[in-house]
C-alpha cells in the first residue's frame, strides 16, 4: 500500500505540476492578447473619426453627383455661349480696328489743319486789323479848309 500510496502522491504531485503549467500557459497568452489603455484609446479614436466622416464623405459624394449632372445639363449650352461670345468678340475686334484707323484719319486732318491755321491764321489776323483799320479811316470826319478856319489858334472853337 506504501507504494500505492506515493504512486498517487506522486500521480497528485505530477497532477498539480500539470495544472500549474497550464494555467501558467494560458495567463500568459491573456496578457499576450489583452490590450494596453493607450490601444483602446486609439482604436476608439478610430471608430469615432470613422463614424463622424462617413456621413460627410456621403455628403460629398451626393453633391459630386449634383455637380456632374449640372454639368452634363450645361455642356451643350456652354459650346453654343462660347461659339457666340468668340463671334461677338470677332465682331468687336473689327469695330475697333475701324475706330482705330477712323481716329488716325481724324489725327491726321487736324494736324493737316492746325498746320493750315499755323500759316493761314496770321494773314487772317492782319487782314481783319487792315479791315478795321480802313473802316476805322473811312467813318471818321474829313477835314475840310472851313472847319479848320472855324478853330481858333489853341485848337478850340470859335463860337
Do not use: C
Request: a neutral charge.
Amino acid at each position: 500500500m506504501y507504494r500505492l500510496r506515493t504512486a498517487q502522491s506522486d500521480l497528485d504531485h505530477q497532477l498539480l505540476s500539470v495544472e500549474s503549467l497550464w494555467e501558467e500557459q494560458h495567463t500568459h497568452s491573456i496578457v499576450e492578447i489583452a490590450m494596453q489603455p493607450l490601444e483602446i484609446a486609439y482604436l476608439t479614436l478610430a471608430a469615432l473619426l470613422t463614424g463622424a466622416l462617413l456621413p460627410l464623405l456621403f455628403q460629398a459624394r451626393a453633391t459630386l453627383r449634383s455637380v456632374q449632372q449640372l454639368l452634363n445639363m450645361t455642356a451643350p449650352k456652354l459650346g453654343n455661349t462660347l461659339a457666340e461670345v468668340s463671334s461677338a468678340t470677332r465682331d468687336f475686334h473689327g469695330v475697333t480696328v475701324e475706330l482705330s484707323k477712323t481716329i488716325q484719319g481724324i489725327r491726321g486732318t487736324l494736324a493737316n489743319a492746325s498746320s493750315i491755321g499755323n500759316a493761314v491764321g496770321p494773314a487772317l489776323v492782319a487782314a481783319v486789323h487792315a479791315f478795321r483799320a480802313i473802316r476805322a479811316e473811312d467813318a471818321r470826319p474829313k477835314r475840310t479848309e472851313s472847319a479848320d478856319a472855324d478853330r481858333q489858334p489853341g485848337g478850340t472853337p470859335a463860337n
